[in-house]
């Protein structure tokens, strides 16, 4: 069975600074990989995907993420961080069977300060 | 665009009654998911559907089910009710034949009293 981790409960970081928000995942065979964002009593809202091809994949808002295989790894990123990006952020993870269940880790708070 | 469409937004109902959640997906869209979300809490999987079967399933309770219909909409049928059963509702589809995200509605809240 799928299942991802996001080690950290919040990051916090200035406004103008990088932001990185971690993820890892477990999947059996090849992995669709997502990112979204939620704000306060808002449905999820989605940022980027990696299916497949470059490793490196932009997004909404500025947003990329990193696939990185051998670590199992799917890191969010951000070279300057905005107030607004401020939100409660989901790394997914879904098997690459059609109709399998897309599995969301715990989630990641993002303060950014200015 | 249209999006995932859910209903109703918000139910109160009291214990042990039971509520039916629908979701009207994204049109040509082939999968359709259930999640609970509690508060402060990551979304829970319940159950999938691919082409209007049952695909996958998650942590969804005997008390639940869920179906798909001949129009591609879904309902989740939630019975006994429970105080615990209070919380989000979001329903999202996606066209996993090509590969796309999963789009999610804005959620059903149910309130049980």
């Known amino acids: 069975a799928q299942s991802v981790a996001q080690p950290e409960d919040q990051v916090n970081v200035a406004e103008g600074n990088p932001l990185t928000v971690k993820c890892t995942y477990s999947?059996?065979?090849?992995?669709?990989l997502f990112w979204y964002v939620q704000y306060p009593n808002r449905g999820l809202q989605f940022l980027l995907k990696?299916?497949?091809?470059?490793?490196l994949v932009k997004g909404s808002y500025g947003f990329e993420a990193e696939f990185n295989k051998s670590q199992t790894s799917f890191h969010l990123k951000k070279p300057s961080a905005l107030v607004s990006d401020s939100a409660l952020y989901f790394c997914?993870?879904?098997?690459?069977?059609?109709?399998?269940?897309?599995?969301f880790g715990k989630g990641t708070t993002l303060s950014v300060s200015s | 665009a249209a999006g995932v469409i859910q209903s109703p937004r918000h139910l109160i109902k009291e214990k042990r009654e039971t509520a039916t959640l629908k979701c009207y997906p994204i049109?040509?869209?082939?999968?359709v998911y259930w999640y609970q979300q509690g508060p402060g809490q990551d979304p829970q999987f319940l159950i999938s559907?691919?082409?209007?079967?049952?695909?996958d399933k998650g942590s969804i309770p005997d008390r639940f089910s869920a179906q798909q219909f001949s129009d591609y909409h879904s309902e989740l049928n939630m019975s006994s009710l429970e105080l615990g059963d209070s919380a989000l509702y979001f329903c999202?589809?996606?066209?996993?034949?090509?590969?796309?995200?999963?789009?999610f509605g804005q959620g059903t809240r149910l309130t049980v009293v």
């Open positions: 999202a589809s996606s066209s996993d034949r090509e590969n796309t995200e999963a789009f």
């Open positions: 999947v059996s065979g090849n992995p669709y």
């Open positions: 990696y299916i497949t091809g470059d490793n």
């Open positions: 997914a993870v879904r098997a690459y069977q059609a109709g399998t269940a897309l599995i």
């Open positions: 049109p040509r869209h082939d999968t």
């Open positions: 559907f691919y082409e209007k079967m049952q695909s």
